[in-house]
């Protein structure tokens, strides 16, 4: 390698885009191409930067597999910075299964740290696990350890185990100190604030109490019955009921928790329940029949009994009753709650990420914007919709090749 691709790494290694791009941006051979790829990726042109990084993987050889595959590994996290969720996984698999045969364990190993932190983004939370688990870090260099310990992070806050995640967070932050890169300092930063921020609301007895992750963890090993509204299922302690499909069902589960230890009248769950005005006899016998079909769902956690004004809620073994819902609750919470992360989002990045259907993805966006809540950046194709400002860009790891000094 000659001494201004280099020294061009070595400015990239230190935070320096600006400094890469004098050394390399006349040269269109395939290490240059790499090279300059990553460092318009670090100063936020994403587009500019896969198109350098396609143009390096094509120009390196087919005996070049290596320098290949980690221009696709740049090329994914980009994708996956950008919110790209709709970028080809295989083409991430492959590329780690070509590092790992040749050797390069260093790069093969946050090639799996990128494809984790992708299914996480989408729910995948079981495939992330397997996908880590048993892998020890500690050998790596740093900027590969931060990448792994976010990852496994971003596991335990999901799950919520709330030391799991603080212990990874931490190293992470170790990690982010030793590779001594701002950004990734930053980012380690930015990961560790859900720890410290309410996550959820508790609402118990007309009362409302903002919680933090690990309270929402205590809460949930504590033994109360919980109508969990972030996850829209009824659980004590391991038993869990979902009602996720069953949206009349857990609202009028809710209506009855934050009644409780009263009951609720028929009209306040007629008017929650169906959004009924003026209830009939029509609305009140289908009032009967649904809670017919809640007290069959619940039986083993809860009876619900008729009373003269309603419905009353009674836990067969829980002291209390609680409802946690989320910290904000509007009609498009769950596309918000996605752009929280202070990443750039293309709607059909949300749609995969939510399940739902492009168009829906797109109306929630096009109301969240008129309210000003979400802005828009690019056309097109190349809309992303966000927050705060981006962050984040891929590290000095995927280079075409060694540094001297490794």
């Known amino acids: 390698m000659d001494s201004l691709i280099n020294a061009a790494g070595r400015a990239l290694a230190s935070g320096d885009p600006l400094g890469a791009l004098k050394r390399v941006a006349l040269r269109d051979d395939a290490p240059a191409l790499a090279l300059r790829g990553i460092a318009m990726a670090q100063l936020g042109d994403f587009a500019k930067a896969k198109a350098l990084?396609?143009?390096?993987?094509?120009?390196?050889?087919?005996?070049?597999?290596?320098?290949?595959?980690?221009?696709?590994?740049?090329?994914?996290?980009?994708?996956?910075?950008?919110?790209?969720?709709?970028?080809?996984?295989?083409?991430?698999?492959?590329?780690?299964?070509?590092?790992?045969?040749?050797?390069?364990?260093?790069?093969a190993a946050y090639a799996g740290s990128l494809e984790a932190r992708r299914l996480i983004l989408i729910g995948r939370l079981d495939e992330?696990?397997?996908?880590?688990?048993?892998?020890?870090?500690?050998?790596?260099?740093?900027?590969?350890?931060?990448?792994?310990?976010?990852?496994?992070?971003?596991?335990?806050?999901?799950?919520?185990?709330t030391k799991v995640a603080r212990s990874a967070l931490g190293r992470a932050a170790l990690a982010a100190y030793q590779a001594n890169i701002p950004a990734l300092k930053a980012e380690v930063e930015g990961a560790s604030l859900v720890l410290n921020v309410p996550v959820a609301r508790l609402v118990s007895k007309g009362?409302?109490?903002?919680?933090?992750?690990?309270?929402?963890?205590?809460?949930?090993?504590?033994?109360?019955?919980?109508?969990?509204?972030?996850?829209?299922?009824?659980?004590?302690?391991?038993?869990?009921?979902?009602?996720?499909?069953?949206?009349?069902?857990?609202?009028?589960?809710?209506?009855?928790?934050?009644?409780?230890?009263?009951?609720?009248?028929?009209?306040?769950?007629?008017?929650?329940?169906?959004?009924?005005?003026?209830?009939?006899?029509?609305?009140?016998?289908?009032?009967?029949?649904?809670?017919?079909?809640?007290?069959?769902?619940?039986?083993?956690?809860?009876?619900?009994?008729?009373?003269a004004a309603g419905f009353a809620l009674s836990p067969l073994n829980a002291a209390e009753v609680v409802v946690l819902?989320?910290?904000?609750?509007?009609?498009?919470?769950?596309?918000?709650?996605?752009?929280?992360?202070?990443?750039?989002?293309?709607?059909?990045?949300?749609?995969?990420?939510?399940?739902?259907?492009a168009r829906t993805v797109q109306r929630a966006l096009e109301a969240l914007s008129a309210d000003n809540k979400v802005q828009a950046v690019g056309r097109g194709r190349a809309r992303r919709w966000m927050t705060p400002p981006m962050t984040g860009f891929p590290t000095v790891l995927l280079l075409p090749g060694p540094l001297p000094s490794d």
């Open 128 to 161: 992330a696990e397997r996908l880590l688990a048993g892998f020890d870090p500690a050998p790596l260099p740093p900027v590969a350890r931060v990448a792994h310990e976010l990852a496994a992070a971003g596991i335990a806050v999901r799950r919520l185990r």
């Open 325 to 357: 819902a989320p910290p904000v609750e509007e009609e498009h919470g769950a596309v918000l709650a996605f752009l929280a992360d202070g990443e750039s989002w293309s709607s059909s990045a949300l749609a995969i990420a939510l399940g739902a259907s």
């Open 207 to 307: 009362l409302e109490k903002p919680l933090q992750l690990d309270e929402v963890e205590a809460l949930l090993a504590s033994g109360a019955l919980v109508i969990d509204a972030c996850r829209n299922v009824v659980r004590e302690a391991d038993t869990v009921v979902s009602l996720a499909t069953r949206p009349v069902l857990f609202t009028l589960a809710r209506t009855l928790a934050e009644a409780w230890p009263a009951d609720a009248s028929r009209e306040v769950l007629l008017r929650r329940a169906f959004r009924a005005r003026h209830a009939d006899e029509s609305h009140r016998a289908r009032l009967r029949v649904e809670m017919g079909r809640l007290r069959a769902e619940l039986g083993a956690l809860a009876e619900v009994n008729a009373t």
């Open 53 to 107: 990084l396609k143009s390096a993987a094509r120009a390196f050889s087919p005996k070049e597999a290596v320098a290949r595959a980690r221009c696709v590994v740049a090329e994914a996290e980009i994708a996956l910075v950008s919110r790209d969720l709709g970028w080809p996984e295989k083409a991430l698999r492959a590329a780690r299964t070509t590092l790992q045969a040749h050797g390069d364990r260093v790069n």
